[in-house]
């Protein structure tokens, strides 16, 4: 597979050579994602073919064990003896903690004081220590840096780092693998290192695939740096796609995307529950908020059909960490609506 002059643009900051040499590197660790057909999304709602990317099922529930396996790898030995510290609202701490265990390195992770109990747990679980604070993931990232630099240990960045996007973008091989004529592809955005990783993939081979970034509408930083054509924060309140609650993109993630990703998409929290519901309903699937945002964008009718109808379309299900409480939440207030005539469910 060569390079198309597209993604050259962005090469240096991470390039389809990272990416395949992160395939090889973490094979060992990772778990190739099975990519079904959603036939209810396919033929009610888009009348094209759309696929579901199932990174639900990777080891630890989320895409983000991939960059994280990736970048440990790459450490020195005199890294990996001073230990490693990362900053997430769970899955990517999921990821570091457990690569670290893999391979017998002191792991510290610092979660916003929101992060869901089971991703606290999760994390505690492989081994990891688990510090919180911060009321939201830039304040948690300040003090994790603070903590970095007292104890000279080596950051694992969730998403602004060259082989973390490498990690994230093997994503954007294996759909090339099974279906090579792929047409649109929909990824959940937070700090965006999961769709520069994956837009460098696919617009190295076909820089005509549309690539289509969804963000809440609450929290929507980089589609504003995107559109602004400038790094720009947003956070107007919290959100149920709480793996993607991130106020400020990163630096090089934002170069990537504003490159190389089509347009964006912002869902509300109502859409996002919709999408939790018909994934959990239709095909029985359960997500966590991030992971339902690309089917939330397809369900609102904001995607211009001519993406979709006709179209070989994959969705990314970017993960399944979410607590049962959240999730009979969801469920409650779909049959409340059901039940009130409303019916967004059924």
């Not at 002191?106 to 089971?118: L, N, Q, S």
């Not at 060259?162 to 090339?176: C, D, H, S």
């Not at 993939?201 to 695939?209: E, M, Q, R």
Request: aromatic share 6%; glycine share 10%.
């Amino acid at each position: 597979m060569t390079t198309n002059t597209v993604a050259l643009q962005t090469a240096h900051i991470v390039s389809l050579g990272d990416i395949e040499e992160a395939k090889a590197c973490i094979k060992p660790f990772i778990r190739r994602t099975p990519l079904i057909k959603s036939m209810y999304l396919s033929q009610n709602i888009t009348k094209g073919n759309v696929f579901l990317k199932l990174e639900n099922m990777q080891f630890t529930g989320s895409f983000k064990f991939r960059g994280a396996s990736n970048k440990i790898n790459h450490l020195t030995d005199e890294q990996k003896a001073k230990g490693i510290i990362g900053a997430s609202a769970g899955n990517h701490a999921q990821g570091v903690a457990l690569t670290a265990k893999l391979l017998g390195i002191d792991a510290t992770i610092v979660m916003p004081e929101t992060a869901p109990i089971a991703k606290q747990n999760a994390t505690k679980g492989y081994g990891a220590k688990v510090i919180l604070k911060g009321k939201n993931f830039n304040e948690t990232r300040l003090y994790m840096e603070e903590l970095a630099k007292e104890n000279g240990m080596t950051i694992v960045h969730p998403y602004d780092d060259k082989f973390v996007m490498a990690g994230q973008g093997t994503i954007g091989l294996e759909i090339l693998d099974d279906i090579w004529n792929v047409n649109t592809v929909i990824v959940p955005v937070g700090g965006g290192g999961l769709i520069a990783g994956i837009a460098t993939a696919l617009k190295s081979f076909n820089p005509s695939i549309h690539i289509i970034g969804v963000q809440a509408e609450n929290v929507h930083g980089m589609a504003e740096s995107f559109y602004k054509r400038d790094l720009t924060e947003h956070r107007e309140d919290s959100t149920i796609a709480d793996g993607c609650d991130v106020k400020v993109p990163g630096e090089k993630t934002y170069e990537v995307v504003k490159h190389l990703v089509d347009e964006f998409i912002l869902v509300s929290e109502e859409e996002i529950e919709h999408a939790m519901q018909d994934l959990m309903q239709r095909a029985k699937i359960i997500t966590e908020g991030a992971g339902a945002l690309p089917t939330a964008a397809i369900l609102s009718g904001k995607i211009d059909k001519k993406w979709l109808e006709g179209k070989n379309v994959v969705a990314l299900v970017s993960g399944g960490n979410v607590d049962l409480t959240r999730v009979s939440g969801v469920i409650e207030h779909g049959l409340n609506i059901a039940d009130t005539s409303k019916g967004v469910v059924g």
